[in-house]
């Protein structure tokens, strides 16, 4: 059985920085692209970032690009995104994701395999 867990959200101040770590088990996506994405209440879930397979690319939306940064550990079937500088608006429920396909990494629909989300609350 395939599960994906999200860990490291919290309360932060403006500015202040957090760390999510996403595990995956059940089988190994280490050929497999990885996103996280965020859904903020009343919102439609949203693009964050993603990573290929072998770690050569990144994608990042224009509202966390210079301040977010996605990496993965393929040894360890994780998926990380450390996020700096962060700002109120940045609040929502993170999630991490598979991409099975799809057109492009930004294309929500290419993804399988979600995690349960953590939250992410930044105070002004």
């Known amino acids: 059985q395939v599960q994906l867990v999200e860990s490291g959200g919290g309360l932060v101040q403006a500015g202040g920085s957090l760390r999510l770590s996403c595990a995956a088990s059940?089988?190994?996506?280490?050929?497999?692209?990885m996103g996280w994405f965020r859904q903020a209440p009343g919102k439609e879930r949203e693009f964050v970032a993603a990573?290929?397979?072998?770690?050569?690319?990144?994608y990042y939306a224009d509202s966390v690009k210079g301040r977010f940064t996605i990496s993965r550990d393929n040894a360890k079937n994780s998926v990380y995104l450390q996020m700096n500088s962060l700002k109120p608006e940045d609040t929502a429920v993170y999630y991490c994701?598979?991409?099975?396909?799809?057109?492009?990494?930004?294309?929500?629909?290419?993804?399988?395999?979600w995690g349960q989300g953590t939250q992410v609350t930044v105070s002004s």
């Open positions: 994701a598979v991409r099975l396909g799809g057109y492009t990494y930004t294309d929500i629909s290419g993804y399988s395999y």
């Open positions: 059940g089988r190994s996506f280490s050929t497999y692209g």
């Open positions: 990573i290929r397979w072998a770690g050569g690319g990144a």
